[in-house]
C-alpha cells in the first residue's frame, strides 16, 4: 500500500538551515512534491523533483531523492521565522491521486 | 486569476444535521478533488472527478457522505447526517490533468467544521 512517513516536529534558530525528512513506499511515482500549509489556510506546493532526479535547488530550498532507499528530503537555508509552518512530502503512485504524509511542523526560534 | 475557492469557511452544526460545502475550481482545470484533513494529519482523499465523472470514490464513506460536480466545474460535497467524528477540515483542489501527467495540486483554504 502507499504511505508517506515523516517526522512530525523540528525546531531550528532563525538563520540555521533546516533540513525535513520523508520516507515513501511507492516507487511509481513520477513526481515527489513539497508541500506548506499555513495556519488556517489550504496547502501550497513548494517544489517538487522529478524522480529521475537526485537532487533540485531553488533558491533556499534544495530536495534530495535518494530513490533506492525511498528516502526525500527538504532543506531550507537560512531559515526564517517566516518559514515557520507545517510541511507535507507527497507522493503520485502512477500519476494518479497524492498521498500525503503526517506534516513536519517546522518552528523557528528568535 | 482567482484560486480555489471555497465556502463556507467555518460550519458549526449539532450532531445528526446536514452540511453542504461548495467548491469552485480554478478555471479550466478538468480535475477536482475533495480532501478530509484531520488536526494534526496530512490530507486523506474522500473523492477524485476528472470532469464531471467520480474517478475514485473508494475512501467515501457513502452511508453518510455525498459529492457532484455540475457540469464538470464547481462541486458541492455533502454530510447527512453529520457525526462528532466528522469534525475536521475538508479541504478541495484543483489541477490540469493531461494522461498521466497529474498537473500541479492547488488547494482552497478549506471548510472546517465542528460537530457538537
Known amino acids: 500500500g502507499e504511505d508517506v512517513e515523516q517526522s512530525l516536529f523540528l525546531s531550528v534558530r532563525e538563520g540555521d538551515s533546516s533540513v525535513i525528512n520523508c520516507t515513501y513506499t511507492?516507487?511509481?511515482?513520477?513526481?515527489l512534491y513539497w508541500y506548506k500549509q499555513e495556519p488556517g489556510a489550504g496547502l501550497q506546493l513548494l517544489t517538487y523533483?522529478?524522480?529521475?532526479?537526485d537532487m533540485k535547488q531553488d533558491q533556499r530550498l534544495t530536495v534530495l531523492l535518494n530513490k533506492k532507499d525511498k528516502h526525500l528530503s527538504l532543506r531550507i537555508a537560512d531559515t526564517q521565522t517566516g518559514d515557520s509552518a507545517i510541511y507535507f512530502c507527497?507522493?503520485?503512485?502512477?500519476?494518479?491521486?497524492?498521498?500525503f504524509g503526517p506534516g513536519t511542523r517546522l518552528s523557528v526560534l528568535p | 486569476e482567482a484560486g480555489v475557492v471555497q465556502s463556507p469557511r467555518y460550519k458549526i452544526i449539532e450532531k445528526k444535521q446536514p452540511v453542504a460545502f461548495w467548491c469552485n475550481p480554478i478555471?479550466?482545470?478538468?480535475?477536482l478533488y475533495w480532501y478530509l484533513q484531520n488536526l494534526g494529519q496530512g490530507p486523506e482523499l474522500l473523492i477524485r472527478?476528472?470532469?464531471?465523472?467520480?474517478?475514485?470514490d473508494s475512501q467515501l464513506p457513502k452511508d453518510r457522505f455525498s459529492a457532484e460536480r455540475l457540469k464538470g466545474v464547481d462541486s458541492t460535497l455533502k454530510i447527512q447526517p453529520a457525526e462528532l467524528g466528522d469534525s475536521a477540515v475538508y479541504l478541495c483542489?484543483?489541477?490540469?490533468?493531461?494522461?498521466?501527467?497529474?498537473?500541479?495540486?492547488?488547494f482552497g483554504e478549506g471548510s472546517r467544521l465542528t460537530v457538537l
Open positions: 483542489a484543483s489541477s490540469f490533468r493531461t494522461g498521466q501527467n497529474t498537473g500541479e495540486l492547488f
Open positions: 511507492d516507487s511509481s511515482s513520477t513526481y
Open positions: 523533483i522529478f524522480s529521475n532526479m
Open positions: 507527497a507522493e503520485s503512485p502512477y500519476g494518479q491521486n497524492f498521498v
Open positions: 478555471s479550466g482545470h478538468n480535475t
Open positions: 472527478y476528472e470532469n464531471e465523472e467520480a474517478v475514485d
